[in-house]
């Protein structure tokens, strides 16, 4: 079955899109659940729609449209709440409402038919060029390098803002910073599981992983391991069964959650018992 399935030039670069999207979500993904900011991830997420339209518009690439109106709602959103004392639920609901209002807006503008909206809502894996998985591996390695050079900083702000911040820790630009790289993997992943779903994958694994790990690290490196399952598993069965690969990735991400904490409460029961 294997051989049968990288005889496709699509889904030899489907295999390696979700291989190396797992890479930036396991790690990011980590960060996000332990410091409890998925809502802000989700609102990145959907205003990285504008970038979309923006895309489109002037007849980009639109994943050059995401960039950097990715990084400036990250950005925008973690100053009101950290500066401007906005409190954190409007300005994402705010920024959430007006990226997703310009990207349909500049989408209208454009002449034509967008052909591949679709897939940047709810994704489309097996659509992605070799141009794209360029640039998701140029994106892995920069998220890699400045985990690796800010990983001990990035910690104490994750389960300590306040205690950083007074042992003279900058924790607002790492926190701006860390929101960057949140919007960067939201870039990653819109073409594995699109706009709409990407929070799940990037919360799922780390959550899962969380529950059998003892340090960041290894729940970093165990967040990798089960996004890549979970994104080779729904691929391989959105394959056979001819199914929307993005929704069957998250679909098989959500049933391994429940599981695991099925398994627990049984084990708990069992244990009290």
């Known amino acids: 079955m294997l051989p049968e399935i990288l005889a496709f030039e699509f889904m030899r670069n489907a295999l390696l899109a979700a291989l190396l999207s797992s890479v930036a979500c396991g790690i990011i993904g980590t960060y996000v659940v332990v410091k409890r900011i998925g809502f802000i991830s989700g609102g990145i997420a959907h205003t990285a729609f504008g970038g979309i339209g923006l895309g489109y518009y002037l007849g980009i690439n639109p994943l050059f449209g995401v960039i950097p109106f990715s990084l400036a709602s ?22 959430w409402a007006v990226g997703m209002a310009v990207g349909v807006i500049l ?9 591949d909206l679709f897939s940047y809502l709810f994704g489309n894996i097996l659509t992605v060029p070799s141009f794209d998985l360029w640039m998701i591996l140029l994106l892995d390695l920069l998220i890699i390098a400045v985990v690796w050079l800010l990983g001990k ?13 007074v042992s003279g820790l900058p924790a607002t630009a790492l926190y701006l910073l860390m929101l960057c790289l949140i919007a960067l993997t939201v870039v ?39 996004s ?30 429940l599981l695991v904490h099925a398994w627990r409460l049984v084990r708990s029961l069992l244990r009290a018992r």
Do not use: C, H, N, Q
């Open 74 to 95: 990250a950005l925008a959103i973690g100053l009101l709440s950290k500066k401007a004392k906005v409190a954190e639920d409007t300005a994402i609901g705010t920024f």
């Open 153 to 165: 900083e990035f910690l104490a702000i994750s389960f300590d803002e306040e205690y950083a911040t």
């Open 228 to 257: 890549g399952l979970f994104s080779l598993s729904g691929l391989w069965l959105s394959f056979m069964f001819d199914i929307a690969s993005g929704a069957t990735i998250i679909v098989v991400a959500g049933l391994s959650f």
């Open 188 to 226: 990653i992943m819109m073409r594995v599981v699109g706009i709409v779903m990407v929070i799940a994958l990037l919360t799922i694994p780390a959550a899962i992983a969380r529950l059998f790990s003892r340090s960041l690290p290894a729940m970093m490196l165990l967040a990798v391991v089960l």
């Open 107 to 115: 989408i209208g503008l454009k002449p034509g038919y967008a052909p």
